[in-house]
């Protein structure tokens, strides 16, 4: 899963957590979507791509659900739910394993990163700021107009911190 998957997922996942939700409207996924900053066309294929793993449920009228494996993803935990297993690509290493990896480059130690690495904690709170600015605007109305006034100044700061955050 790439980056953009991930971010995907846990704003999905986070959306669904601050409204109380079991599933999201098509709309509404367009919509976090469109705050990552995720080319509109493109959508369908995340979508699909992540329904095939069995991350995601889509339902009758469009709307998408997370799949326990999605949510547990989403949450950063391991797909197996086993504390101390690693997961690369298709396969899952159990815990005390050893790893050999054939790379001049290989850097090994807590808080270790690789070349073109991205930390998930970045992905996570990316996710998590876009729910919460898709929350923000939604939850606007029935504001009184200075209420209105100071979410708006807040919907900036947020959009700034997710711009902000997609640039790291």
């Known amino acids: 899963m790439d980056t953009h998957e991930h971010a995907f997922l846990r704003a999905l996942a986070s959306a669904m957590q601050l409204a109380h939700l079991t599933e999201l409207e098509a709309d509404q996924v ?3 979507a469109a705050l990552l900053q995720l080319p509109l066309p493109e959508v ?3 979508v699909t791509r992540l329904q ?3 991350l995601i449920q889509l339902h009758w009228g469009g709307r998408l659900a997370l799949t326990p494996e999605g949510q547990a993803r989403a949450e950063g935990r391991t797909p197996s739910g086993t504390p101390g ?3 690369m690509g298709d396969v899952h290493v159990g815990e005390k394993a050893q790893v050999v990896i054939n790379s001049p480059h290989a850097v ?3 808080g270790a990163m690789g070349s073109g690495a991205m930390r998930v904690g970045i992905i996570d709170s990316l996710g998590d700021l876009t729910a919460a600015l898709q929350a923000l605007r939604y939850g606007q109305e029935g504001l009184t107009p200075e209420a209105k006034v100071t979410a708006q100044q807040l919907e900036g700061e947020v959009v700034a911190i997710v711009h902000e ?3 790291r």
């Open 165 to 167: 955050a997609q640039q």
């Open 85 to 87: 297993t690693v997961q």
């Open 108 to 110: 090994t130690g807590p």
């Open 30 to 32: 367009n919509e976090i």
């Open 44 to 46: 369908p294929s995340l």
């Open 52 to 54: 095939e793993e069995d």
